[in-house]
């Protein structure tokens, strides 16, 4: 079989050498490959060089495009057929063949050196040896070409087979040389005048409209030498250096972009001449407030407070500041604007207005605060046990300088609710006065009684009546 295949190969070679030199039209190709199959991979058996067997393979190729081929191989050879899913052979070889129809997508045009291909389609396997048993198969894979002479490819394959008989998938590769065979002659080339100006459309850049020639094919209607697809002025002769447009004044401004057409000007200052009526030293063309004198940083705009931001435009005007804080300053530099900071010189999260949140441990005294405040009953005189919570109150507020507290009285809901409202305002009234004793500025401190209209518990029991006679601290940024 070698000897045969080899002497094959060897006519092929010469054929094509001989009488197929220049082919690039050629439509069709044989291709001559070893294989090699495995049954065995598929089983889950792993890759192992003595679980193939070799074979030849004869296929027919047809061109259909620059990235599309047809292709039908005809293969003989052995194979070591699996009779269970553990991979079992009752004998090493049998003899089987295959017939499929293929299609190459090609992934480069096929005149390049090199080719890669993916390939799909169906065919059937003949078990000779097995009665002639007959396999439906849908072969997949990859290939790639290698061009050695105008018409000779060293050709490799690899395929997976999916069988739809039991233990007859397969791992196949191939190797070998495709010919380019047959000849083919070149499509005439026709020329083409669309518009019938006498150029031809491969080289007239206006093929839909009459032109001259040397304009490479495209009009020009009022004959000053530009063609009109590039005049922006097709209808006015002008100079081909303001693209077809007229210049009266001789200042390379073309007229329907000039402002002062009978003045040479500045193209800056679409034709007109230079000015500056606030005489700031910023010409007209560039001043943004030509009527207010400014400084050039600020493109001639006024900037009282020299931060480089125009006044019209800085939320600060007399206050140097940052752009990012559209001309405001951020002393603490916590991202918050100055006027909108409630703490300017002391950081803060936007969440708190700028100023400082309480730590945790802070949060908890003012908690603590609400159970631990007492008076004698019925009463708003403070129990001396309760000053040791307000002078921790006073220590945070001295703390927090730029924030304020808020003191809310509560009762339960047992009396009347008048008088229940009058003794919770003096209570948070007395707590306000210890605070005030301790240090705190009044002017940061506000308090107010709500009698048993803030309940936080069901007055109903005991324990909720507890809960519900407390006085509230609550330290703010305004």
């Given at each position: 079989m070698k000897n045969t295949a080899l002497t094959l190969l060897l006519a092929l070679f010469f054929f094509t050498i001989n009488s197929n030199a220049q082919n690039e039209y050629a439509k069709n190709g044989i291709a001559f490959r070893w294989t090699w199959n495995n049954f065995q991979l598929p089983l889950g058996n792993g890759l192992h060089r003595e679980d193939y067997s070799t074979g030849v393979e004869l296929t027919y190729v047809r061109h259909l495009s620059n990235y599309l081929n047809l292709a039908v191989p005809l293969k003989f050879g052995k194979a070591k057929l699996p009779i269970d899913d553990q991979g079992n052979t009752l004998r090493d070889e049998q003899l089987?063949?295959?017939?499929?129809?293929?299609?190459?997508?090609?992934?480069?045009?096929?005149?390049?050196?090199?080719?890669?291909?993916?390939?799909?389609?169906?065919?059937?396997?003949?078990?000779?040896?097995?009665?002639?048993?007959?396999?439906?198969?849908?072969?997949?894979?990859?290939g790639l070409n290698l061009r050695?002479?105008?018409?000779?490819?060293?050709?490799?394959?690899?395929?997976?087979?999916?069988?739809?008989?039991?233990?007859?998938?397969?791992?196949q590769h191939a190797a070998g040389l495709w010919f380019i065979i047959g000849k083919a002659t070149p499509p005439e080339e026709k020329v083409s005048d669309a518009d019938k100006d006498g150029i031809p459309d491969a080289e007239d850049q206006c093929p839909n409209e009459p032109g001259i020639a040397k304009l490479f094919g495209c009009p020009d209607s009022d004959g000053d030498g530009v063609a009109d697809k590039l005049d922006d002025c097709p209808t006015v002769a002008g100079l081909a250096n303001l693209r077809g447009c007229p210049d009266k004044d001789g200042d390379m401004v073309p007229d329907h972009k000039d402002k002062c057409p009978d003045?040479?000007?500045?193209?800056?200052?679409?034709?007109?001449?230079?000015?500056?009526?606030?005489?700031?030293?910023?010409?007209?063309?560039?001043?943004?407030?030509?009527?207010?004198?400014?400084p050039e940083y600020t493109l001639g705009c006024p900037d009282g407070d020299g931060d480089g931001i125009p006044d019209a435009e800085d939320k600060c005007p007399t206050i140097a500041g940052l752009p990012n804080m559209s001309g405001c300053p951020d002393t603490d530099n916590d991202g918050i604007s100055d006027p909108e900071d409630r703490c300017p010189t002391t950081p803060g999260p936007a969440s708190n207005k700028g100023c400082p949140e309480l730590k945790p441990e802070e949060k908890e005294v003012l908690e603590f605060a609400m159970k631990a405040v007492q008076f004698e009953t019925g009463s708003a005189f403070l129990l001396q046990s309760s000053k040791k919570v307000l002078d921790e109150i006073a220590t945070i507020m001295g703390r927090y300088p730029e924030q304020k507290l808020r003191i809310s009285g509560h009762t339960d809901s047992i009396g009347d609710p008048g008088p229940n409202q009058v003794l919770s305002e003096k209570r948070a009234k007395a707590c306000y006065e210890y605070l005030a004793s301790r240090g705190i500025q009044t002017s940061r401190m506000s308090y107010a009684g709500y009698g048993?209209?803030?309940?936080?518990?069901?007055?109903?029991?005991?324990?909720?009546?507890?809960?519900?006679?407390?006085?509230?601290?609550e330290i703010y940024a305004e």
């Open positions: 089987i063949g295959s017939l499929d129809a293929l299609l190459h997508l090609k992934l480069f045009k096929p005149d390049n050196i090199l080719y890669p291909y993916l390939l799909g389609g169906a065919g059937i396997m003949d078990e000779f040896e097995n009665g002639n048993k007959i396999n439906v198969e849908f072969p997949v894979g990859i050695l002479a105008p018409s000779i490819y060293v050709s490799a394959e690899t395929q997976y087979r999916f069988d739809l008989s039991s233990n007859r998938n397969q791992l003045v040479a000007g500045l193209l800056e200052l679409e034709g007109c001449p230079q000015t500056d009526r606030d005489g700031d030293g910023v010409k007209d063309e560039i001043d943004r407030c030509p009527d207010q004198p400014g048993e209209t803030k309940p936080i518990a069901d007055n109903r029991f005991a324990p909720g009546r507890e809960k519900n006679r407390r006085v509230e601290f």
